[in-house]
């Protein structure tokens, strides 16, 4: 994801003002900054739903292999009567029972893991959408792509016109985190019609200040960028960067084959002693 910002920046005209092809060099790293926040945000979107969709469709699987592997302890230790099976086996059984009396206590708005969806959903008025797929269909992206390009905070000389960019920015990011074509339709409608930002000659030590800021910005992005890649999640999907559905069905496939594997030991141990 490297972003270089002396593409475009040579070839002036003899007597060219040094502004003129700094304010180039300027535009060409805004541009190129945009294009590599929005690489970062796409992934950072299908990291999160592959998450989600990961603990939706294979959490059962999970909670049924942990408790197989606690009945697996169990009967051994009943067979065999040794302390350290028998110390095994309450581990075992400690790490599938739930925390005591939480789910209970909130009337299932918090649980194991945290605040509930449903609840977050309620304290932000935001309707419960879990994602459909990891990866938002090629439309909605498109539609994402053209808002980020066109009303990029970056692009903002006026700190007035950056807030504005980027409260509308962070509903764009929204929409498209849940997939929603339609609201992005509407938010493109509702940037077309609205004001265009100011833009005013800069000086030069304005232009290299910029170019200063683009760089951090660059650095804290590549950064944000790594975290992402090395992340359990991320890892996943670099292994199947083409088809991550099919790759939560192959997980799920093998999480199959592991519980008949388990039930079937299991099904010895619990059988009469020989």
Known sequence: MDVSVDQGVGGGSEGERPEARLERAVRVAEQALIEFEIAVETFRVEVENFSRLHHQRLGPMYARLDELDARIAEARAARSGDPEDLRLAREARAAVMPMPGVEELFHDWVDSDGLSAEAAA????????????????????????????????DLAREEGERRRREEFITRVNAAYARGDEALLRELSEEWAAGPVAEQRLSESEELYARLEWLADRKEMLSSAARELEDSAI?????????????????IAEQLLAQVSEREAELAVLAGPVQ
């Open 122 to 153: 309620m304290l932000t008025d935001r309707p419960v959408q879990p994602p459909k797929r990891v990866r938002p269909s090629d439309e909605v992206r498109r539609l994402y792509r053209e808002l980020a390009r066109q009303a990029h905070p």
């Open 234 to 250: 991320g890892a996943m999907l670099r292994m199947a960067p083409d088809d991550p559905e099919r790759l939560l069905e192959e």
